[in-house]
Protein backbone atom coordinates (compact mmCIF):
# COMPACT_ATOMS: atom_id res chain seq x y z
CA UNK A 1 0.00 0.00 0.00
CA UNK A 2 1.30 3.60 -0.73
CA UNK A 3 1.74 5.64 2.04
CA UNK A 4 1.01 9.07 1.48
CA UNK A 5 2.33 11.84 2.95
CA UNK A 6 -0.94 13.95 3.73
CA UNK A 7 -4.37 12.61 5.05
CA UNK A 8 -6.52 15.47 4.40
CA UNK A 9 -5.82 18.07 1.68
CA UNK A 10 -7.48 21.06 -0.04
CA UNK A 11 -7.01 21.30 -3.31
CA UNK A 12 -7.23 24.86 -5.43
CA UNK A 13 -8.71 24.59 -9.11
CA UNK A 14 -8.34 28.04 -10.57
CA UNK A 15 -11.37 28.41 -12.94
CA UNK A 16 -9.50 29.09 -15.64
CA UNK A 17 -7.86 25.48 -15.29
CA UNK A 18 -10.86 23.92 -16.28
CA UNK A 19 -11.54 25.92 -19.73
CA UNK A 20 -7.99 24.59 -20.80
CA UNK A 21 -6.78 26.56 -23.71
CA UNK A 22 -9.74 28.45 -24.56
CA UNK A 23 -9.41 30.47 -21.37
CA UNK A 24 -13.19 30.28 -21.01
CA UNK A 25 -16.30 28.30 -20.33
CA UNK A 26 -15.75 24.31 -19.24
CA UNK A 27 -13.68 21.68 -21.13
CA UNK A 28 -15.12 18.25 -20.18
CA UNK A 29 -12.02 16.47 -20.93
CA UNK A 30 -9.67 18.62 -18.69
CA UNK A 31 -12.69 18.14 -16.08
CA UNK A 32 -12.44 14.31 -16.42
CA UNK A 33 -8.57 14.74 -16.25
CA UNK A 34 -8.88 16.32 -12.86
CA UNK A 35 -11.77 14.37 -11.38
CA UNK A 36 -9.28 11.28 -12.30
CA UNK A 37 -6.27 12.09 -10.36
CA UNK A 38 -8.89 13.48 -7.40
CA UNK A 39 -10.26 9.53 -8.07
CA UNK A 40 -6.75 7.91 -7.48
CA UNK A 41 -5.54 10.09 -4.68
CA UNK A 42 -8.98 9.52 -2.77
CA UNK A 43 -7.60 5.81 -3.45
CA UNK A 44 -4.74 5.76 -1.27
CA UNK A 45 -6.80 7.08 1.66
CA UNK A 46 -6.50 11.03 1.02
CA UNK A 47 -9.62 13.28 2.35
CA UNK A 48 -10.12 15.30 -0.43
CA UNK A 49 -11.96 19.13 -0.29
CA UNK A 50 -11.92 21.05 -3.15
CA UNK A 51 -12.15 25.06 -3.48
CA UNK A 52 -12.64 25.83 -7.69
CA UNK A 53 -12.67 29.13 -8.87
CA UNK A 54 -14.83 31.33 -11.54
CA UNK A 55 -12.43 33.00 -13.39
CA UNK A 56 -13.70 31.05 -16.45
CA UNK A 57 -16.59 32.40 -16.33
CA UNK A 58 -16.38 36.02 -14.47
CA UNK A 59 -14.27 37.75 -12.16
CA UNK A 60 -15.84 40.97 -10.57
CA UNK A 61 -12.76 42.89 -9.84
CA UNK A 62 -12.31 43.23 -13.69
CA UNK A 63 -16.11 43.72 -14.51
CA UNK A 64 -16.41 47.20 -15.53
CA UNK A 65 -18.95 49.83 -14.45
CA UNK A 66 -21.35 47.15 -12.58
CA UNK A 67 -21.55 47.39 -8.52
CA UNK A 68 -19.20 45.73 -6.94
CA UNK A 69 -20.81 43.40 -4.79
CA UNK A 70 -23.43 42.21 -7.64
CA UNK A 71 -20.02 41.27 -9.76
CA UNK A 72 -18.62 39.38 -7.07
CA UNK A 73 -21.93 37.35 -6.30
CA UNK A 74 -22.18 37.01 -10.07
CA UNK A 75 -18.55 35.37 -9.43
CA UNK A 76 -19.47 33.35 -7.08
CA UNK A 77 -22.68 31.69 -8.61
CA UNK A 78 -19.96 30.53 -11.51
CA UNK A 79 -17.97 29.06 -8.91
CA UNK A 80 -21.02 26.54 -7.95
CA UNK A 81 -21.67 25.82 -12.12
CA UNK A 82 -17.57 24.62 -12.04
CA UNK A 83 -18.53 22.96 -8.54
CA UNK A 84 -20.87 21.15 -10.52
CA UNK A 85 -19.23 20.24 -13.11
CA UNK A 86 -16.62 18.81 -11.11
CA UNK A 87 -19.00 16.88 -9.44
CA UNK A 88 -20.90 15.26 -12.73
CA UNK A 89 -17.42 13.73 -13.45
CA UNK A 90 -16.31 12.58 -10.10
CA UNK A 91 -19.92 10.78 -9.98
CA UNK A 92 -19.94 9.17 -13.46
CA UNK A 93 -16.29 8.07 -11.90
CA UNK A 94 -17.91 6.22 -9.13
CA UNK A 95 -16.47 8.69 -6.41
CA UNK A 96 -19.03 9.96 -3.46
CA UNK A 97 -18.85 13.60 -3.42
CA UNK A 98 -20.94 16.26 -2.08
CA UNK A 99 -21.22 20.15 -3.07
CA UNK A 100 -21.37 22.30 -0.06
CA UNK A 101 -22.39 25.91 -0.83
CA UNK A 102 -21.48 29.40 0.96
CA UNK A 103 -24.64 30.47 -0.09
CA UNK A 104 -27.47 28.78 0.09
CA UNK A 105 -29.25 27.02 -3.60
CA UNK A 106 -30.66 24.13 -1.65
CA UNK A 107 -32.06 22.57 -4.49
CA UNK A 108 -28.70 22.15 -5.85
CA UNK A 109 -26.45 22.05 -3.17
CA UNK A 110 -25.89 21.35 0.40
CA UNK A 111 -25.68 24.86 2.39
CA UNK A 112 -21.57 25.17 3.88
CA UNK A 113 -22.19 23.19 7.44
CA UNK A 114 -18.70 22.70 8.56
CA UNK A 115 -19.56 19.50 10.85
CA UNK A 116 -21.31 18.08 8.11
CA UNK A 117 -18.32 18.29 5.70
CA UNK A 118 -16.05 17.03 7.63
CA UNK A 119 -18.19 14.22 8.52
CA UNK A 120 -18.45 13.86 4.78
CA UNK A 121 -14.49 13.70 4.79
CA UNK A 122 -14.67 11.10 7.22
CA UNK A 123 -16.98 9.19 5.07
CA UNK A 124 -14.20 9.28 2.27
CA UNK A 125 -16.37 11.61 0.16
CA UNK A 126 -14.76 14.16 -1.70
CA UNK A 127 -16.44 17.54 -0.58
CA UNK A 128 -16.68 20.22 -3.11
CA UNK A 129 -17.26 23.97 -1.87
CA UNK A 130 -18.94 26.54 -3.71
CA UNK A 131 -19.61 29.76 -3.72
CA UNK A 132 -16.74 31.15 -1.82
CA UNK A 133 -16.48 32.53 1.17
CA UNK A 134 -19.88 34.09 0.38
CA UNK A 135 -18.91 37.31 0.89
CA UNK A 136 -18.13 40.02 -1.85
CA UNK A 137 -14.82 41.05 -2.34
CA UNK A 138 -12.94 37.75 -1.03
CA UNK A 139 -11.32 35.42 -3.10
CA UNK A 140 -11.79 31.68 -4.30
CA UNK A 141 -7.61 31.97 -2.76
CA UNK A 142 -9.39 33.12 0.79
CA UNK A 143 -12.20 30.71 0.42
CA UNK A 144 -9.64 27.67 0.19
CA UNK A 145 -7.48 29.18 3.30
CA UNK A 146 -10.38 29.44 5.08
CA UNK A 147 -11.87 25.64 4.34
CA UNK A 148 -8.70 24.46 5.24
CA UNK A 149 -8.28 25.75 8.02
CA UNK A 150 -11.86 24.82 9.11
CA UNK A 151 -11.46 21.11 7.83
CA UNK A 152 -8.29 20.88 9.32
CA UNK A 153 -6.45 20.33 6.29
CA UNK A 154 -2.67 19.69 6.69
CA UNK A 155 -1.68 21.45 3.20
CA UNK A 156 -3.58 23.50 0.30
CA UNK A 157 -2.26 22.33 -2.96
CA UNK A 158 -2.44 25.11 -5.22
CA UNK A 159 -2.72 23.88 -9.01
CA UNK A 160 -1.76 25.91 -11.40
CA UNK A 161 -0.60 27.23 -14.73
CA UNK A 162 2.92 27.34 -13.86
CA UNK A 163 5.60 24.78 -12.35
CA UNK A 164 6.45 26.80 -9.49
CA UNK A 165 6.50 30.47 -7.98
CA UNK A 166 8.92 32.74 -10.15
CA UNK A 167 10.33 36.10 -9.07
CA UNK A 168 9.07 37.59 -12.16
CA UNK A 169 7.10 36.09 -14.80
CA UNK A 170 8.89 33.16 -16.62
CA UNK A 171 6.88 33.55 -19.81
CA UNK A 172 7.93 36.96 -19.93
CA UNK A 173 11.21 36.73 -18.40
CA UNK A 174 13.98 34.64 -19.42
CA UNK A 175 15.99 35.05 -16.63
CA UNK A 176 13.24 34.58 -13.33
CA UNK A 177 14.18 32.95 -10.98
CA UNK A 178 12.14 29.65 -9.35
CA UNK A 179 11.88 29.46 -5.50
CA UNK A 180 11.77 25.92 -4.50
CA UNK A 181 10.44 27.25 -0.89
CA UNK A 182 9.31 30.51 0.41
CA UNK A 183 8.01 31.59 3.46
CA UNK A 184 4.18 33.70 3.65
CA UNK A 185 6.14 36.95 4.50
CA UNK A 186 8.35 36.76 1.63
CA UNK A 187 4.74 36.25 -0.96
CA UNK A 188 3.94 39.31 1.04
CA UNK A 189 6.90 41.34 0.77
CA UNK A 190 8.00 40.38 -2.33
CA UNK A 191 4.46 40.56 -4.02
CA UNK A 192 4.64 37.12 -5.52
CA UNK A 193 1.23 36.34 -7.04
CA UNK A 194 0.68 33.06 -5.32
CA UNK A 195 -2.31 34.05 -3.29
CA UNK A 196 -3.52 37.39 -2.59
CA UNK A 197 -2.76 39.15 0.43
CA UNK A 198 -5.63 37.87 2.53
CA UNK A 199 -5.42 34.56 2.05
CA UNK A 200 -1.75 34.41 2.13
CA UNK A 201 -2.17 35.93 5.46
CA UNK A 202 -4.71 33.32 6.69
CA UNK A 203 -2.86 31.05 5.83
CA UNK A 204 0.12 32.33 7.63
CA UNK A 205 -1.91 32.87 11.02
CA UNK A 206 -3.18 29.41 10.45
CA UNK A 207 0.06 27.49 9.65
CA UNK A 208 -1.09 25.92 6.54
CA UNK A 209 1.37 25.03 4.34
CA UNK A 210 0.61 25.89 0.30
CA UNK A 211 2.25 23.65 -2.36
CA UNK A 212 2.36 25.42 -5.75
CA UNK A 213 2.67 23.03 -8.59
CA UNK A 214 1.90 23.07 -12.79
CA UNK A 215 -1.85 21.08 -12.83
CA UNK A 216 -1.54 17.73 -14.05
CA UNK A 217 -2.45 14.22 -12.78
CA UNK A 218 0.67 13.08 -12.24
CA UNK A 219 1.52 16.17 -10.49
CA UNK A 220 -1.67 15.89 -8.07
CA UNK A 221 -0.12 12.85 -6.49
CA UNK A 222 3.14 13.51 -6.79
CA UNK A 223 2.40 15.96 -4.46
CA UNK A 224 0.01 13.85 -1.69
CA UNK A 225 3.33 12.01 -1.58
CA UNK A 226 5.04 14.58 -0.45
CA UNK A 227 7.78 14.71 -3.64
CA UNK A 228 9.82 17.91 -4.01
CA UNK A 229 7.62 19.49 -7.00
CA UNK A 230 6.99 23.08 -7.55
CA UNK A 231 7.63 25.27 -4.65
CA UNK A 232 6.45 25.23 -0.93
CA UNK A 233 4.97 28.12 1.16
CA UNK A 234 5.18 28.01 4.73
N1 LIG B 1 -15.81 35.79 -5.28
C1 LIG B 1 -16.26 36.56 -4.20
N2 LIG B 1 -16.10 36.08 -2.93
C2 LIG B 1 -15.49 34.89 -2.67
C3 LIG B 1 -15.01 34.12 -3.76
C4 LIG B 1 -15.18 34.60 -5.04
O1 LIG B 1 -16.79 37.64 -4.38
O2 LIG B 1 -15.38 34.49 -1.48
C5 LIG B 1 -16.07 36.26 -6.66
C6 LIG B 1 -15.09 37.33 -7.14
O3 LIG B 1 -15.82 38.24 -7.94
C7 LIG B 1 -14.11 36.54 -8.00
C8 LIG B 1 -15.00 35.50 -8.62
O4 LIG B 1 -15.92 35.18 -7.58
O5 LIG B 1 -13.51 37.35 -8.97
C9 LIG B 1 -14.31 34.26 -9.11
O6 LIG B 1 -13.41 33.79 -8.16
P1 LIG B 1 -11.80 33.87 -8.36
O7 LIG B 1 -11.44 35.10 -9.10
O8 LIG B 1 -11.16 33.64 -7.05
O9 LIG B 1 -11.62 32.64 -9.30
P2 LIG B 1 -10.25 32.08 -9.96
O10 LIG B 1 -9.43 33.27 -10.33
O11 LIG B 1 -9.60 31.21 -8.94
O12 LIG B 1 -10.77 31.31 -11.15
Redesign the pocket.
Known sequence: MIEPKYKRVLL??????LSGDRGFGINNDIVNDIALAIKKIREIGVEVSVV????????????EGMD??T??????L??VM?SMALQDALENMDVQTRVQT?IEMRQIAEPYIRRKAVRHLEKERVVIFG?????????????AALRAAEMEAEVILLAKNVDAVYDKDPKVHADAVKFDELTYLDVLQKELKVMDSTATSLCMDNQIPIKVFELSTENIMKAVMGENIGTTVK
Do not use: C, H, Q
Open positions: KLSGEAVGGGNFWRGRTSRTADYIGMATNAAGTGNPYFSTDTA
